[in-house]
């Protein structure tokens, strides 16, 4: 599929991010003229204020990509459908898990390992590891090879997704939580082993260890994305991230997302 508002202008590509954490998830993907938002879990009023705050105009936005059907992903989507009056794109797994969905006037079907357009960016959809009906997360590339790559809400991994992340030189990855913060803290014990599981969450340590592999393959930027306010803390994952960055002697730039504040981060 082809969707475009508005011919490429040679702009930088940059990304960014509107807010990431369990109160509400959203990514603008900027390049030339358009916009690429990747979930919509902010209200619609909140999406759009960061969005202007970001110096993102919404006119630009062509379509907005879910990577899963859990509210803080999909929570402001109708209405941010609505008041744009863009396309949703996602799996066929997210788009029956959701009932947020249903009222979705224009809705596109996408398969994981798809590979489509959005205006000038290329996009492919993987496979993620999260307990959700059809997770996935994706990859763009805009008209220069310039590549970003977003895996969020994944307990690990996968080998293929790893693969996908490796072309790309900027790349959101989840770092959602101490190990230790998580097995000492309040939670009850489902929801523990919920987000220590394969299906869960990221934790800082093993984000760490896929940084490793990102850093061999040349990666140039990568934003901790979906930290939790209960289990973590941003000096955590920075000095996480950043030891392994010292500890190869690469040049990585760590950028660490915000729930409450805009963060981005260019290619």
Known sequence: MTLSKHPETGCEFHIAF?????RGNCIAVCSADEVILVDAGLSARETRRRMA????????????????EHSDHVAGVRVLAKCLDVPVLA?????EGSSHLAAV?????????????????KIRAFRTSHDAVEPVGYAFEDARGVRFGLASDTGHVPAAALEVLQS???????SNHD??????????????????????????DDAALVLERLIESGVRSV????LSEQNNRPQIVRETLEACVHRLGADTRIIVASQHTTVTCSG
């Open 18 to 22: 509107l807010g990431s954490g369990s």
């Open 223 to 226: 934003c901790a994305v979906h």
């Open 91 to 95: 799996t066929a797994g997210t788009i």
């Open 53 to 68: 705050e970001a110096g993102v105009d919404e006119a630009n936005v062509c379509g907005i990509l879910l990577t899963h």
């Open 105 to 121: 006037k224009v809705m596109e079907r996408i398969r994981p390992d798809d590979d489509f357009t959005i205006g000038s960016l």
């Open 168 to 174: 790309c030189s900027m790349v959101g990855l989840e």
């Open 179 to 204: 190990v230790n913060m998580v097995r000492t803290g309040p939670y009850p014990a489902f929801l523990k082993n919920r987000i220590l599981s394969a299906t869960g969450h990221l934790s800082n």
